[in-house]
């Protein structure tokens, strides 16, 4: 499967301000994704990243909020934004690459994750 | 849009005893059912997943079983081991590939 790097991998900021995380995978991929892992919890889709286009938002997630880029396909950002103590999560980028014929071509893969925490 | 749950929430067997976790969806159009480990600290790791043309599907002593008629697939362990304790994930995904995550379950696995 191809490997997938975040960075940070942890950062600890102040409300107000921003954090922008990268995802940079070793091999060109179609599909990236990002989703938010809340203390204790599943995860939850942010949006699809697409390339050389708008992110796609889930419900209840915006682009002001949660600005993302696709510049190539093998790079993607996320930036929170107006950073809030409800924001502290673990933020995973995952793509899409089969690795043969046990899994698919969807299969997805994550990210290490950044954990961020608000103050 | 999807919805997907997962049963149970916590689970603690024996080593060497099976382990059963049970998920539902909701969309009939789903046709994609991964199942997620997380070991505490780390990213979700991918070990098994399904699709809606098969019933069942074996990798040594995991398996999962998927019924489409009532929309419920499940996850098998068998002889568990102290590593297999994390927290399991199953998720469903139709159009799109956007995957939908089940609450996951705690297993432990005692000595």
């Known amino acids: 499967s191809a490997v997938i790097s975040q960075k940070p991998s942890r950062d600890i900021c102040q409300r107000g301000t921003s954090l922008t995380i990268q995802c940079q995978v070793d091999?060109?991929?179609?599909?990236m994704f990002w989703y938010r892992q809340q203390p204790g919890q599943s995860l939850t889709l942010i949006a699809t990243?697409?390339?050389?286009?708008?992110?796609?938002?889930e419900s209840g997630f915006v682009i002001d909020k949660f600005p993302i880029s696709r510049p190539n396909l093998t790079f993607s950002t996320l930036t929170v934004s107006n950073l809030s103590p409800e924001d502290s999560s673990i933020y995973l980028c995952?793509?899409?690459?089969?690795?043969?014929?046990?899994?698919?071509?969807?299969?997805?893969?994550f990210g290490p994750g950044t954990r961020l925490t608000v103050l | 849009g999807e919805n997907v749950e997962q049963h149970p929430s916590t689970l603690s067997v024996q080593e060497g005893d099976s382990a059963v976790i049970k998920c539902t969806y909701s969309?009939?159009?789903?046709?994609?059912f991964p199942w997620y480990k997380q070991e505490l600290g780390k990213r979700p790791q991918l070990i098994i997943d399904?699709?809606?043309?098969?019933g069942e599907k074996k990798d040594q002593r995991i398996a999962v079983t998927l019924n489409k008629t009532a929309k419920h697939f499940s996850l098998h362990i068998t002889e568990t081991q102290p590593e297999d304790s994390a927290v399991y994930f199953c998720?469903?995904?139709?159009?799109?590939?956007?995957?939908?995550f089940g609450t996951g379950t705690q297993l432990k696995v005692e000595l």
């Open positions: 995952s793509v899409e690459g089969g690795q043969g014929a046990f899994h698919g071509l969807d299969t997805q893969y």
């Open positions: 969309d009939s159009a789903s046709n994609y």
């Open positions: 091999s060109q991929v179609t599909m």
């Open positions: 399904i699709r809606s043309n098969v």
């Open positions: 998720a469903a995904a139709g159009g799109g590939n956007k995957l939908t």
């Open positions: 990243a697409n390339q050389g286009s708008e992110a796609t938002y």
